[in-house]
């Protein structure tokens, strides 16, 4: 564990920006549209049902585009401050999951042809694949085989992050889910595949979708993570 992150006030008080939003009609995604428009942004959402969005606000677009084409992106790109991805694909034994990577490599490139700089995605704990020897039993021996097809792909996708570093990404890193809508609750973020107590062990293993994309929106406002990934939780 090595620090606490700006409050939800210090979110509010950003700078008002034009954000591009995939996976907008997911439960995260939905909490952080919301959050976002509240917050004086103005919003487009690519989606692949426009349907499921039911918010209506004057600062919210929502667009068809296909997440694995760049050229279907980059017209929605164009002349936005940032990228927020809260896509999620289904674990797979048989096919493995490929969606992380392949949208990413689309979202890049299209940022690249646009010059949109800025993109904010989330992951999960434990992608690294030796990060969960200290979880809890049912999750080492469960869980994660259960996800790992998820957890590679995402770790894939870190990595491609990493490895294009004139992009000023952030990875988000939260643990388990849960449909809790934002909370008042101090985040405790780590440079890491989890966040762990004063003895090395994981602490605060789930948290409110509603706090991730909390959390996701106070990097708008801050260098801090930039070109990192972070483990996040509330305490
Ligand atoms: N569950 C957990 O405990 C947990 C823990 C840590 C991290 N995570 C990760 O956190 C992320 C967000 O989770 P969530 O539960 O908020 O996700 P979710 O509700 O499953 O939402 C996923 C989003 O991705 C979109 N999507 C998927 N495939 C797509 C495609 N081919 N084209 C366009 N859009 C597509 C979905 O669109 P549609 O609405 O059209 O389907 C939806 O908007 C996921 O990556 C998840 O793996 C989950």
């Known amino acids: 564990m090595e620090s606490t992150t700006p ?3 210090d979110a509010q008080e950003s700078l008002k920006m034009k954000i591009v939003v995939l996976g907008a009609t997911g439960q995260t995604g939905q909490y952080l549209v919301s959050q976002a428009l509240e ?4 919003v487009t959402a690519i989606v692949r049902n426009p349907g499921k969005i039911t918010i209506r606000n004057d600062k919210l677009k929502v667009v068809e585009a296909d997440i694995f084409a760049a050229d279907s992106l980059k017209v929605h790109f164009k002349g936005q401050d940032v990228i927020v991805s809260c896509l999620g694909f289904p674990a797979s034994f048989i096919s493995g999951v490929t969606g992380y990577t392949t949208s990413m490599s ?3 490139s299209a940022m690249r042809e646009v010059r949109v700089n800025r993109v904010i995605t989330m992951t999960s704990w434990y992608t690294e694949p030796d990060s969960g020897t200290q979880a809890s039993y049912l999750i080492r021996f469960l869980l994660l085989p259960m996800i790992r097809s998820v957890l590679s792909n995402m770790y894939e996708m870190e990595t491609f992050l990493k490895n294009n570093n004139d992009i000023s990404w ?3 890193r939260p643990p388990g889910l849960k449909n809790q809508p934002a909370s008042a ?6 440079r890491g595949y989890f966040v762990s107590d004063s003895s090395g062990n994981p602490t605060g293993s789930t948290m409110g979708r509603g706090d991730v994309a909390r959390f996701m929106l106070t990097l708008l406002n801050s260098n801090t993570w930039v070109k990192k990934g972070v483990a996040i939780t509330t305490i």
Request: without cysteine; charged residues 10%; glycine residues 6%.
């Open 7 to 9: 409050s939800q006030t």
């Open 39 to 42: 917050h004086g942004h103005t």
């Open 106 to 108: 689309a979202v890049v």
């Open 170 to 172: 952030t990875v988000v």
């Open 185 to 190: 609750k101090e985040f405790l973020t780590h």
